[in-house]
């Protein structure tokens, strides 16, 4: 199969699709949106495309301006800070730099976009394979990275858009054994940003996290708290067979979930952005946007901060991947949904099945999806 350049939403990528999905990916940042998943006649698109995309914006990161859909960081962060003499890009080169385009296949049932990138500020290179499998409504993400030595945070950055109403979202995740409130200075009213968060505080339940100015916070449903930005980090049990995250949209008929292996990506961050970045390109029209981001990473701070130690590491938590040249280390991710009744509300367990996954949602209500949750462990 072939795959021409196409222009989609202001960039140019190409379009790969089978009976389920129909997908984009962009040539320069591997930005992975928009894309479709088919329910009978209905096509659901649930990833955030920024309303800045047509718009020139000079001296803004190239990751910054093309922002939609899901892409692999590597390093994963903001990377401001040097690490021995590596200066990488916001989320790196991954998020910002051009793809190779290498084959568009269709085997059987399956069909898989194959991309690569050689790094630059880390020696090293990055294979990037996209797969369909018919029947289910699914994206199957893997990367694997050769050829690189030393501490490396890496993470998936899907960003979902949902409905302007508030509470719409019931979010929920696999088990966690420690939830952290972003412990550096986030958004400051100074530099036009604001959060509610208290910096740095811990907690046990989303629906229970320290305010800045008393009280607690319900993170469990979203759209909340218009005019902030909020950044929580939960670190994933890695005693399960898989880790999972999930966004149930009851009045919107879908419930959009994320699996992964909690031993290679450690921990889901949260990113809750609504409106309270009033600098650009943001300008306060960032909305009902929901990151919903597995990583290995100490935040969203970058490479230095993740590789040195920090008060995840401390408790024993991973931050960084130890890669070595020799050993290619993969790092693969499920992106996927599933239809559910107006009476599903947060997902509360999902469990592997014959030939897909149950979701049991805290109303008791079930939903079956075809799926294949193996693949995340190779």
Same mark, same amino acid.
């Given at each position: ?56 914006? &000079? ?22 800070? &040097? ?58 993400? =893997? ?45 400051? &009213? ?42 929580? =980090? ?58 919903? =981001? ?23 938590? &991973? ?60």
């Amino acid at each position: 199969m072939s795959a021409k350049l196409e222009r989609r939403a202001g960039q140019q990528g190409w379009s790969f699709a089978n009976d389920r999905v129909q997908a984009f990916l962009t040539r320069t940042g591997g930005h992975l949106a928009p894309v479709g998943f088919k329910f009978g006649r209905r096509t659901v698109q649930p990833f955030a495309i920024a309303p800045w995309t047509d718009e020139k914006l &000079p001296g803004t990161p190239t990751m910054l301006r093309i922002l939609r859909g899901d892409f692999f960081c590597c390093p994963f962060g903001g990377n401001a800070a &040097p690490f021995r003499g590596e200066r990488h890009p916001p989320h790196g080169e991954t998020a910002n730099h051009a793809w190779t385009f290498r084959a568009l296949e269709r085997e059987g049932d399956t069909v898989r976009l194959h991309a690569s990138m050689q790094l630059r500020a880390r020696r090293g290179r990055v294979d990037k394979r996209l797969i369909l499998r018919d029947g289910h409504a699914a994206v199957y993400c =893997e990367h694997v990275l050769s050829g690189f030595r030393g501490p490396m945070p890496v993470g998936t950055h899907p960003m979902l858009a949902l409905p302007d109403a508030p509470g719409a979202g019931y979010i929920s995740t696999s088990r966690f054994t420690r939830g952290q409130v972003v412990p550096t200075a986030w958004e400051q &009213p100074a530099a036009k940003g604001y959060s509610v968060l208290k910096t740095g505080a811990t907690f046990t339940s989303l629906k229970r996290v320290p305010a800045r100015d008393g009280g607690t916070v319900d993170l469990s449903r979203f759209p909340a708290r218009r005019g902030y930005e909020e950044l929580v =980090e939960l670190v994933s049990d890695a005693t399960l067979p898989f880790a999972w995250s999930a966004v149930a949209l009851p009045a919107a008929g879908y419930v959009f979930f994320a699996l992964k292996d909690p031993r290679v990506l450690r921990a889901t961050v949260l990113w809750f952005s609504n409106g309270g970045r009033h600098y650009p390109p943001w300008n306060g029209r960032h909305v009902n946007v929901l990151g919903v =981001e597995e990583v290995t990473a100490f935040f969203h701070l970058g490479l230095a901060e993740s590789a040195q130690p920090n008060a995840l590491s401390r408790t024993g938590t &991973p931050t960084a991947l130890r890669l070595r040249p020799d050993q290619p280390q993969r790092v693969a991710h499920i992106l996927t949904l599933a239809a559910i009744p107006r009476d599903f509300d947060a997902v509360k367990t999902i469990v592997a099945c014959r030939g897909g996954v149950t979701l049991t949602a805290r109303s008791g209500r079930r939903v079956f999806a075809p799926l294949d949750p193996d693949f995340v462990a190779g």
